[in-house]
């Protein structure tokens, strides 16, 4: 495993030499050795690493931004149009900005609340996820998605729940996965009510 896999998953902070928990936000770190999958996860519920849980939500998610600015221009919608309205005299200002206010506000809050249930559903698994041991499958670059002509990285990974087979899969901007071997074990978290909401742990 090379040296450019030893950052933080947590917060990217980057270390020379491995250590098992990152000394910035104290989550686990992925160890370097193929054969070891690393420290149980603890028992559920977890914290998260500080910081973690809004990166999932927000980081690389463009609605998150767009639905924050819709909500901010609607909120400054209503404040202006009526105080327009009052100081001029023209109650037609008052309706027509609350009737914007209301119709900004709803796109942008509907947005918000679906970046943010998006998100619960991709903590959930780390804060009450069960524990089991898996193993690494097909790595590959993910060609569906394309930041500024770069993508990321796409691990699958297999583990099994109430006996039954399932496979998850993580993207990932760090190229040093490539080094993950197959049948590599990996610790996988699952929501025991529904084991297709799935993460590993450490992440990648
Ligand atoms: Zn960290």
Same mark, same amino acid.
């Given at each position: 495993?090379?040296?450019?896999?030893?950052?933080?998953?947590?917060?990217?902070?980057?270390?020379?030499?491995?250590?098992?928990?990152?000394?910035?936000?104290?989550?686990?770190?992925?160890?370097?050795?193929?054969?070891?999958?690393?420290?149980?996860?603890?028992?559920?519920?977890?914290?998260?690493?500080?910081?973690?849980?809004?990166?999932?939500?927000f980081?690389?998610n463009p609605l998150g931004l767009v639905g924050g600015i819709f909500f901010a221009v609607g909120l400054l919608l209503g404040v202006i149009f009526p105080t327009i309205g009052i100081a001029?005299?023209l109650w037609l200002m008052l309706l027509i900005g609350g009737f914007l206010a209301l119709i900004f506000t709803t796109l942008g809050g509907t947005m918000l609340y679906v970046v943010y249930q998006?998100?619960?559903? #991709?903590?959930? $698994?780390?804060?009450?996820?069960?524990?089991?041991?898996?193993?690494?499958? +097909? /790595?590959?670059?993910? @060609? =569906?998605?394309?930041?500024?002509?770069?993508?990321?990285?796409?691990?699958?990974?297999?583990?099994?729940?109430?006996?039954?087979?399932?496979?998850?899969?993580?993207?990932?901007?760090?190229?040093?996965?490539?080094?993950?071997? #197959?049948?590599? $074990?990996?610790?996988?978290?699952?929501?025991?009510?529904?084991?297709?909401? +799935? /993460?590993?742990?450490? @992440? =990648?």
């Amino acid at each position: 495993m090379t040296t450019a896999f030893i950052r933080c998953p947590w917060c990217s902070v980057h270390y020379d030499a491995f250590q098992s928990l990152c000394d910035q936000c104290g989550g686990a770190l992925f160890p370097p050795e193929p054969s070891d999958p690393g420290a149980v996860p603890p028992p559920a519920p977890r914290a998260l690493p500080k910081g973690y849980a809004r990166n999932l939500m927000f980081s690389g998610n463009p609605l998150g931004l767009v639905g924050g600015i819709f909500f901010a221009v609607g909120l400054l919608l209503g404040v202006i149009f009526p105080t327009i309205g009052i100081a001029t005299g023209l109650w037609l200002m008052l309706l027509i900005g609350g009737f914007l206010a209301l119709i900004f506000t709803t796109l942008g809050g509907t947005m918000l609340y679906v970046v943010y249930q998006a998100g619960m559903n #991709k903590v959930r $698994p780390y804060k009450d996820g069960v524990a089991v041991l898996g193993e690494v499958g +097909n /790595v590959y670059k993910n @060609p =569906l998605v394309n930041v500024n002509g770069r993508n990321p990285y796409t691990v699958e990974y297999l583990f099994r729940a109430d006996g039954r087979p399932f496979e998850g899969q993580m993207d990932t901007w760090s190229s040093a996965v490539i080094d993950l071997e #197959k049948g590599q $074990p990996l610790h996988v978290l699952y929501l025991p009510e529904d084991p297709l909401q +799935n /993460v590993i742990y450490p @992440p =990648l």
